[in-house]
T-cell receptor, first 116, second 108 residues
């Protein structure tokens, strides 16, 4: 398996533009997680899906952020409009099971977003 | 609420010396605990986990962690550090929320 695949790896955009980050989880994994990593806040859980259904989106910072998982092999995290403070590395991770057990996450390589 | 805390932002050790990266937890019920490592410009990688049973858990790359219920701790350890162990280390609980991370630097 190729692991968790994220695209783009790097994105530079201007404030106000829409940004879409993409993730392909490991085949057969039933849960998908989106994280944001910054120096100031560390690694924050934004949202996670189980069987394509959003279970906990309490970490999504504001309405400008949205995430979807239309099928088991694809998820998007969208920021509209983007702001400079959204600059961060965004990670996608997948796992066999949902939250609450001895579940191991497999992370993608991340998407580094810079908003000018 | 479940949470972990990593009290040290930075740990420096000399190559060949033992290393410890600290983690304390606050969990109701069974504490499923995890350690992950992040190398530069990479995603996190799983190192080891504690579910139940033996308090000493062995993981990847020679790392181990000791679960201590009375001290609510789950410290990561390695008997002899390598320069290549230099990375960011994260502790996590079962709800997949991570600690702030500890940067380990191993000097030759």
């Amino acid at each position: 398996d190729a692991g968790v695949i994220q695209s783009p790896r790097h994105e530079v955009t201007e404030m106000g533009q829409e940004v879409t980050l993409r993730c392909k989880p490991i085949s057969g994994h039933n849960s998908l997680f989106w994280y944001r990593q910054t120096m100031m806040r560390g690694l924050e859980l934004l949202i996670y899906f189980n069987n394509n259904v959003p279970i906990d989106d309490s970490g999504m910072p504001e309405d400008r952020f949205s995430a979807k998982m239309p099928n088991a092999s694809f998820s998007t995290l969208k920021i509209q409009p983007s702001e400079p403070r959204d600059s961060a590395v965004y990670f996608c991770a997948s796992s066999l099971y949902g939250v609450g057990g001895a579940n191991v996450l497999t992370f993608g390589a991340g998407s580094r977003l810079t908003v000018l | 609420a479940q949470s972990v805390a990593q009290p040290e932002d930075q740990v420096n050790v000399a190559e060949g010396n033992p290393l410890t990266v600290k983690c304390t937890y606050s969990v109701s019920g069974n504490p499923y605990l995890f350690w992950y490592v992040q190398y530069p410009n990479r995603g996190l990688q799983f190192l080891l986990k504690y579910i139940t049973g033996d308090n000493l858990v062995k993981g990847s790359y020679g790392f181990e962690a000791e679960f201590n219920k009375s001290q609510t701790s789950f410290h990561l350890k390695k008997p002899s550090a390598l320069v290549s162990d230099s990375a960011l280390y994260f502790c996590a609980v079962y709800d997949m929320r991570f600690g702030a991370g500890t940067r380990l630097t191993v000097k030759p």
